[in-house]
């Protein structure tokens, strides 16, 4: 007898689960108001998370291509030599792994080698307009691992390629301004002195709003590489640098860390080179992002500073000091937070720069993942 009371009541709880979600599905936003103008009022929220824990349809709504996008943590994950790529929604507190990059041809990085024993192998990725570019590695007898550009779009949770590079490199500068992707410098095979000094320039044409597959294949065909003005030697191929984009300009520099080193800022509009100003040279040392590409942040790598450059007195402004700063490695600024990328990729550190007092929050990387890098992106669809 008990046995069968058990077994009925599991019966009535599926039921009752299954007219729950049915429910759930069917359930109107706002009960009393038409559906197109119940989401034009909840697309209003300026915080997607207070929608999160009120009910299912809400929670389908903010996911779904017609809700505004919030944005997302993007990261390059490291496991057992093996490369992933996964996404944090910083709603509902989750790592989800993207889908993997198409099989043909296959994606083969080489980030662990005997010969490099205390670092990584460099994966070079961009994000612009929306968008997660690969756009260099190293493969098997380090040669360069990526022919075209890789592009991953949340959107529509889908990878494509880019315009094919006319010589394949890694050890380059990489950095986006605007709509535009920029490859500078860098080593094929071997190293190549006219290479070492190229910079070449992809724009990417890209509109923020939803096109037709015909629209996006008609401005994919338009897609190509430019030859911009080159820089004066080879010095900015030793290392996997990131030219970062601020003020319609590129700024970079040679060496990473507190070692002397070069740093050049490329003007876009003028397509010209010149010397990094002294105080934002000798402050650069560690990684630096630029949020909107209006304001510059670094993170002193050896003291886990984080500051801000101030233009005008050409200095960089000591905004807090945290241990967990310590050897940071990557850095992205978006949304009003800086995420920091700590030393060996074993955590994410974001900081809060829009409040008075910054605050700091720790993500949880996923368990057995090293971080290589990030990127701040919209939310994937769901």
């Not at 299912?56 to 943590?73: A, D, E, T």
Request: hydrophobic share 40%; proline share 7%.
């Amino acid at each position: 007898m008990n046995n069968s009371t058990t077994a009925c009541a599991a019966v009535n709880r599926r039921k009752t689960l299954r007219h729950r979600q049915k429910n759930d599905d069917h359930q109107s936003l706002i009960p009393g108001l038409p559906e197109d103008i119940a989401q034009i009022c909840l697309n209003l929220v300026h915080h997607p998370s207070t929608l999160f824990s009120v009910c299912h349809s809400w929670r389908k709504l903010i996911y779904s291509p017609s809700f505004p996008p919030f944005l997302s943590l993007y990261a390059l994950l490291l496991a057992k030599n093996q490369v992933e790529f996964a996404c944090f929604d910083p709603i509902s507190s989750k790592w989800q792994l993207l889908p993997p990059p198409p099989p043909d041809p296959p994606l083969r990085i080489l980030v662990k080698h005997p010969s490099f024993i205390s670092r990584n192998l460099p994966i070079q990725s961009v994000s612009v307009s929306g968008n997660l570019i690969l756009l260099a590695a190293t493969a098997d007898q380090f040669q360069p691992a990526i022919s075209r550009p890789l592009i991953f779009n949340p959107t529509v949770k889908k990878w494509s390629y880019g315009p094919p590079l006319a010589a394949p490199r890694r050890w380059c500068a990489a950095g986006a301004l605007g709509n535009s992707v920029y490859v500078a410098s860098g080593v094929g095979s071997h190293y190549n002195a006219e290479v070492a000094r190229s910079v070449i320039k992809w724009d990417l044409d890209n509109s923020s709003g939803p096109e037709s597959d015909r629209a996006h294949y008609k401005r994919k065909r338009r897609w190509k590489w430019e030859e911009m003005s080159g820089l004066k030697d080879g010095k900015f191929s030793r290392e996997a640098i990131e030219a970062i984009g601020w003020k319609g300009k590129l700024c970079m520099v040679n060496v990473k860390g507190d070692a002397a080193k070069q740093g050049i800022i490329y003007n876009v509009e003028t397509d010209t080179w010149q010397d990094m100003p002294e105080g934002m040279l000798s402050g650069w040392r560690g990684p630096v992002a630029a949020m909107a590409e209006e304001i510059l942040y670094m993170v002193d790598e050896s003291k886990g500073v984080l500051r801000r450059y101030d233009e005008e007195e050409d200095v960089w402004v000591e905004i807090l000091e945290n241990e967990m700063l310590k050897g940071a490695e990557h850095v992205v600024a978006d949304g009003g937070r800086v995420c920091v990328v700590g030393g060996g990729g074993s955590g994410i550190v974001v900081v809060d720069v829009v409040v008075e007092t910054p605050r700091l929050v720790v993500v949880e990387t996923p368990v057995g993942f090293q971080v290589l890098n990030i990127h701040v992106l919209p939310r994937m669809s769901h």
